[in-house]
């Protein structure tokens, strides 16, 4: 049973990041599961003071310079942890509840004492993610709702209720072994929350967003490596607090060397983005945790996590290393390829979009314009490269196919026939799509060379029309269909 503890209150008051790290060090070696109530008021309470009103008065220069880490006292911490306590104990009435294991009614239950506590106010902005926000502003978004209701419920003893975690929602886990699943708060905008149902209906639909069954289940400890990762250092569009991304910094290399980040691929993409704004003496750089996460994707969840490589594509395109970056944006679709699109993944469809309206056109753009850049090594004339561009199409292509809703348009095929027109054509003809070898009995032998193009070209696109209903459309989409229909046909 978590309660708040002398050993938890001696860390108080709370003065420097130093401090901070003791108290989760602590409360992560045990012996007592990690208090994750404790843990998310107090980290909520230091992000709000050092993000939130931080609009620096010209006049107090000093306000520069002064160190602002605030003090947490024991008491603010102690009197929000006996509100929660309070409300969670007070609204569930476990006698209720006799089985050793939770319910779908239990979780339900205590799903609806934080939903109903939310004010209605809109839930998409920043810093609400925290206890300190639900406790001192009624606020919480998707993924707070979700860590609120796995925070109440080990404040209930319900020790078999976790979190798990997709790229872009949250439920949980319980039951005897763990693998009774049901959603607890709301995902995306206009959607109708469907809490208390169980997600193998949803995961039935091959959706990215429910990652074909494949989330992060998490341990008391990946619960507070979930809390740390959600934490917020931004203070506006354009600025960071510091001190703010440096604890969170601090208290995620605390959780890696403890191991706790090993099944987490987001919150090793989260630090190396923390490495690469303020690398720490000692550390591995940022490309060996992206890496890192990429490995853990592949070996923990069969590959089906989009983010391990759109955090290093990402990466390399800042660092202007766009062969690289290409190849993990291949990579990137050939996961994507495996889901049916449907209408809440757009969180998915925008990274993809950007990607291939903003960030290869200007990749291109960039290259095409000092050609004779060694750096580059004219990634224009590199087979390899436009092999790569044509994988991260036909991924793109895969994933519609057979959805309910179509992602291509016809912005698409611009931002395609654009990118691609940039490679010269010898380039373009030394790739190897796996197309037939010429065999003796081919048909179309004994013609010329236009007519056998022009053959080759009409018996193609007439067979792929014929074949498959679904290209009888004829605007540019249906084009880019055709192209990589036919090099998916020849890859077989
Ligand atoms: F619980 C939900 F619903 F919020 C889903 C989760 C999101 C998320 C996360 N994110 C989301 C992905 N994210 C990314 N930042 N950059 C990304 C990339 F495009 F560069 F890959 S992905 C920031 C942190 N980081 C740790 N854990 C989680 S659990």
Redesign the pocket.
Known sequence: MAGFRDRDKKHFPLTDSASVISLFKEQIEGPNEPNLALLSITLGCIENALTMNRAIPAAEESALLRPIFPVVDLETVEALYAKFETLVRGSVDLTHYESKFSSRELVKKISDVVWSSLSRSFKDKAHLQSLYSFLTGNKLD??GV?LGVVAASQILGCNDIHLA??????WVVFGEDGTDTAEVTWHGKGNEDKRGQSIALSVAEKSWLYLNGQPVICDRATEVA?LV??ANPSINFTMDSIEMGALQQELLWLLYDKGHLSKYP??L??LG?LEEISPTPGRPPPLQIFQEAITVALKHYNNHHV?PY??MG?YLYRKRRYKEAIKCWAEASNVIRKFNYTREDEEIYK?FLDIANELLPNIVKAVSLNPNDRVQLNILHNPEVYADILRFYDGICEWEEGSSTPVLHVGWAQNLTFSLNKFDPRTRAKIDVGRDEDSDDDSDKDSNDENDNQNGKLSKEKECTEKSGSLQRKDPQQALSVVVEDLKKEEL
């Open positions: 998707c993924f979700a975690l997709s790229e872009d929602h949250a979930a990762s959600a987001m919150s993409g989260n983005d983010y759109t955090y990402g990274e």
